[in-house]
């Protein structure tokens, strides 16, 4: 029988989580109500007698010093003036009922009955709060509860019955159903197009023929009669449609661009952009570079670390999922990217993560009703990283945020991860894998559900109280660090022959593509172990559930292998085993429900075709403002340090671990009170040794306005600025790019623009190539998703069409020989010398500044690659023999942005001498301060080894244009030695940081 334990604070304690719920109410709403108390519920249907109920009620559930508990309701009607109940909704994944029943059988220490389950929700009592129904279910709606994965219900104090409180609620999945396996007709392209259409297959059109011809050839038909089949069946097109998917198989970027310049009228066609501007550069850097070990086929790239290990990096996005789910499409992105290190090579161990946040902006306050208001589906995907990271045990050590209105439509979610391998394990090395005829096919981790399956939840049904949530899934970070840890023991015992992540696609993918290493597999699909029965078979084939890997294991291995998996409590099944057939059979009961040719995945399948059409910046109406120097210099830098793309995130980033596993060597956050973000992080991953590695990231989009190429020229560039700004080594940068892009496929109604976003798609990766071969930085890893498109409802109910804007983030990793020579953006010491390092020019074009007045522009930042690579080396000598006390690359803002910023980080005053600049031709006030030339750095020199900084510096774009000061002022004098801005660091801090109230500065 099931029983409810419900747990609260003691009422006489401070509830930390009622008070910030009752702030975010008024935050969002302006409604106030003066308390609220949360009251954890704890749903048991495990089979537990009243003795066992108790005592886990008392000994695991309750602290009694600051908790009571009781299988009884503890609210009263008079104890709220509304109260709301809030938990999962069927076949969501509930990670804490998952720990409670582990922690229950634990204690009492017996096994659990298979059928056990616990489900955690929360009552929320609301109390001197005047508000409406409706205002109540307002607050259910945008703050407790997101109707995609969570149910609610509201009580006002007449509704509450005292006895049973809120009764007995089993969010338990009862599928009413009998698995089959489906026969298809497809006896023309019309009918299959029509399937693809009703089972949501997203089949291309131009694939549809060349999938018939396979299965109406006479030669596969015979085979196919051999093992009971003839049509294709359900469970074959689901296998196809996933790997012919633009997620699985980069259509796109594989794709044939007819690419045409309207303003000269040249023309020429781009054959792949993958193979000509990722594929063809990183392979002729690779044979250059020996430090590069594995890329382009794997689940991450692989990089030499030191002579005993290697580095794996990696990084995807999540949009879709985290959109419609904030908190569990971040979740499952960020548990997700960490399998792919461990499921590179023989696997790797977790080092790190990183985030990329664009999302609308927070104070939005338009028209448009996107499905989550941006503020809420920030806090959420915040929430869920962190808890990714954190309870995995994995440092977040990086990241980003930007904010623009083109993300109302889909938010961008970046994550990625590092990992670290021996080089070798029993004498291989351990980035190789490959599956053998004859090794077993394993899957290891979580069960399979209806979670993942085409990114929303049993869509042939209908919709009921019993039927399973699963359009976004929540990621469990505790089951997967046990599967972490496990695989990586039974990788140094030589146990594991290969290994993969069940990511998109689930067994499809994984199955499917390594069956083409091993020459064959066969599956036996109803073992498979399932979270609930019910699931038809091609369900169980594709769904994405989390915390899985596919291994493949030596028969003779099979027993120890299973040893360790019982130890550390991780399910792992035989399910199959890979074979030479050339076949990919698939069985349910010992019937064939698949029995495809590996061959035909391989098949002559057609190019995707684009048109892309490019004008020019100018010839699209783009111009340079005619503006007016500003009247008070001082209030306009505390204004753009104050704007939301260069403010403080610190908010953001002190709710993520960055010292768990000990390994940190530059931290996030820096300055004297470790409140200022730097440049790049670094952790040392061997902590007997002082070798580091350096990560950091860059983003600009918005400069996708102008030109894409200059917009990746400036992420490029930036990001190797950071990486050298803190000590790494210029010659051992790997990079990792992540493409976000709206739809490019041209349709005179719903995408008039496409052919212009596909050259705009072409340019950036032209630029792409152009800056890793002249910075020889191999693509290490990397990632497109495309249909960064919404449609968003108005406020009269009409439909609005809100496309982001073109983006790539670029990551880039390096080598930093000796950690303790490391440096950090804060100014050191008053009487340091101040350097600017860098031509600036006249390039406003799309920078804060304009965007401050509401200004686009023309003149855009571009890279000088050849002129900029002498000045790095010169820098990275300076920074190697120790002569700079600190460093910032000059990015987002410009010089004066920067500037305040290390002042604000080191709590220390500078004077500056604008005049002193090295620029290029005679410039204004404006651009001297806020242009976002690329290719510069703000440097700070000890007076004791300036002689030998500036014989580095000889004949390259370097000068000294101040000095570090005792008072805590920010000063600068314009070209003609006037004083232009005068500003205390203090007031430069608060408006930084949130805190100005506009005082005169």
Avoid at 40 to 65: C, S, Y
Avoid at 272 to 297: G, H, M, N, Y
Avoid at 579 to 605: I, M, N, P, V
Avoid at 875 to 894: M, T
């Amino acid at each position: 029988m099931a029983v409810r334990l419900e747990i609260a604070l003691k009422p006489h304690l401070f509830d930390a989580q009622g008070s910030e719920l009752c702030r975010m109410i008024h935050d969002y709403f302006g409604w106030r109500v003066g308390s609220a108390r949360v009251i954890q519920v704890l749903t048991l249907d495990a089979g537990l007698n009243e003795e066992e109920v108790k005592a886990v009620r008392t000994e695991i559930f309750t602290n009694p010093v600051t908790q009571v508990s009781s299988t009884e309701p503890l609210a009263r009607a008079q104890d709220f003036d509304w109260a709301v109940w809030v938990g999962f909704r069927p076949g969501v994944r509930d990670t804490a009922g998952s720990v409670a029943l582990e922690a229950i059988a634990d204690y009492l220490r017996r096994p659990l009955d298979p059928k056990a389950a616990a489900y955690t929700s929360k009552l929320f009592l609301l109390r001197d709060a005047p508000l409406s129904r409706h205002q109540v279910d307002v607050v259910a709606r945008e703050l407790l509860a997101n109707d995609i994965i969570q149910q609610w219900r509201i009580y006002a104090p007449q509704d509450w019955d005292p006895r049973e409180g809120i009764g007995i609620i089993l969010p338990k999945v009862e599928l009413a159903h009998t698995p089959t396996v489906q026969t298809l007709a497809v006896g023309s392209d019309q009918e299959l197009q029509k399937l693809s259409d009703q089972r949501n297959l997203a089949l291309n059109p131009r694939d549809i023929p060349v999938i018939r011809a396979y299965f109406l050839r006479e030669d596969v038909r015979e085979e196919r009669r051999r093992v009971g089949l003839d049509l294709p069946t359900d469970v074959e097109l689901e296998a196809i449609s996933q790997a012919r998917s633009d997620h699985c198989n980069h259509n796109t970027f594989r794709g044939k661009f007819y690419y045409r310049d309207l303003d000269s009228g040249d023309a020429s066609v781009v054959d792949s952009l993958f193979k000509t501007c990722i594929e063809a550069p990183t392979l002729e850097i690779q044979r250059r570079k020996d430090w590069v070990v594995s890329v382009l086929w794997d689940n991450a790239g692989v990089a030499r670390f030191d002579d005993d290990h290697h580095y794996v990096i990696t990084a995807e996005t999540h949009n879709s999922p985290s959109n419609m789910e904030a908190y569990g499409g971040a979740l499952t992105g960020i548990v997700g990217v960490y399998r792919d290190p461990m499921g590179t090579g023989k696997g790797s161990r977790l080092i790190a993560g990183f985030y990329g946040y664009c999302v609308g902006p927070r104070d939005y306050a338009g028209p448009l009703r996107p499905h989550l208001h941006p503020r809420r589906l920030l806090d959420g995907v915040v929430e869920g990283v962190r808890d990714g990271g954190n309870k995995h045990g994995v440092p977040t050590v990086f990241g980003n945020l930007l904010y623009h209105p083109s993300y109302l439509g889909k938010c961008l979610v970046f994550v990625g991860a590092i990992g670290l391998m021996p080089q070798t394990v029993k004498g291989e090395p351990t980035e190789q894998k490959k599956p053998n005829p004859g090794d077993l096919i394993i899957m290891a981790g979580g069960r399979v559900g209806k979670d993942g399956i085409h990114g929303v939840t049993a869509s042939s049904e209908s919709y009921s109280e019993q039927t399973p949530a699963g359009h976004v899934q929540i990621g469990d970070p505790y089951t997967q660090k046990k599967m972490h840890d496990f695989l990586l023991e039974a990788r140094d015992e030589g146990l594991i022959t290969f290994i993969t992540d069940n990511g998109g696609g689930g067994l499809s993918s994984s199955i499917g593509e390594s069956a083409q290493m091993a020459g064959g597999a066969f599956v036996e699909l109803d073992k498979v172990p399932l979270k609930y029965e019910g699931l038809d078979v091609w369900e169980i084939w594709v769904s994405e559930s989390q915390e899985r890997m596919t291994v493949a294991v030596r028969p003779e291995n099979l027993d120890r292998f299973m040893e360790l998996a019982r130890l550390h409590e991780v399910e792992c099944t035989v399910i199959g085993r890979y074979e030479d057939s050339g076949k990919l059979h698939l069985t349910y009961q010992g019937r064939t429900c698949a029995y495809l040719d590996l061959s035909f995945f391989r098949e002559d399948f057609p190019q995707w075709e684009f048109e892309a059409q490019w004008r020019s910046p100018r010839s699209r109406g783009l111009t340079e403002p005619v503006l007016s120097e500003p009247e008070d210099w001082g209030r306009l830098l505390c204004d753009l340090l104050a704007s939301p793309n260069l403010c403080s995130r610190e908010w953001i980033q002190r709710q993520y671990d960055h010292e768990v596993q000990g390994t940190s060597a530059v931290k996030f956050l820096v300055g004297r009170d470790r409140d200022v973000p730097n440049d790049a992080a670094v952790i040392r991953p061997v902590l007997t040794s002082n070798r580091g590695l350096a990560v950091t990231q860059a983003l600009h989009p918005t400069y996708a306005q102008i030109d894409t190429y200059h917009m990746v020229e400036a992420s490029i560039d930036e990001c190797v600025r950071r990486l050298l700004s803190v000590g790494g080594m210029l010659d051992e940068i790997g990079g990792v790019d992540n493409f976000c892009w709206p739809n490019i496929q041209y349709d005179p109604e719903r995408n008039p623009d496409g052919r212009y976003k596909a050259a705009q798609l072409v340019r950036a990766n032209w630029a792409l190539r152009d800056m890793c071969l002249a910075y020889q930085i191999p693509l290490l890893s990397g990632k497109d998703s495309m249909y960064v498109d919404g449609h968003l409802p108005g406020a009269y109910g009409e439909r609005h069409k809100v496309s982001g804007l073109p983006t790539l983030q670029f990551t880039a990793t390096t080598v930093v020989p000796d950690v303790t020579r490391c440096l950090t953006m804060d100014v050191k010491m008053p009487g340091d010398l101040v350097y600017v390092l860098g031509i600036t020019r006249n390039e406003l074009g799309a920078s804060e500044y304009y965007q401050h007045l509401g200004h686009v522009g023309l003149n855009i930042p571009r890279a000088h690659s050849e002129d900029f690579l002498r000045l790095y080396r010169a820098l990275e000598r300076a920074v190697a023999q120790g002569l700079c006390a600190s460093c910032r690359a000059v990015g987002r803002g410009g010089l004066a942005v920067h500037g305040a910023m290390a002042a604000i980080a080191g709590r220390l005053g500078m004077t500056w001498d604008l005049s002193r600049v090295p620029a290029e031709g005679s410039l204004s006030h404006v651009a001297l301060l806020f242009s976002e030339s690329l290719g510069r750095f703000l440097v700070t020199v000890p007076p004791q080894r300036e002689a030998a900084f500036q014989e580095l510096m000889e004949g390259l774009p370097a000068a000294r244009i101040g000095r570090v000061t005792e008072a805590p002022i920010f000063q600068i004098r314009g070209t003609d030695g006037k004083e232009l801005v005068q500003v205390p660091v203090e007031s430069l801090r608060k408006a930084w940081s949130g805190t100005w109230s506009q005082e005169p500065v």
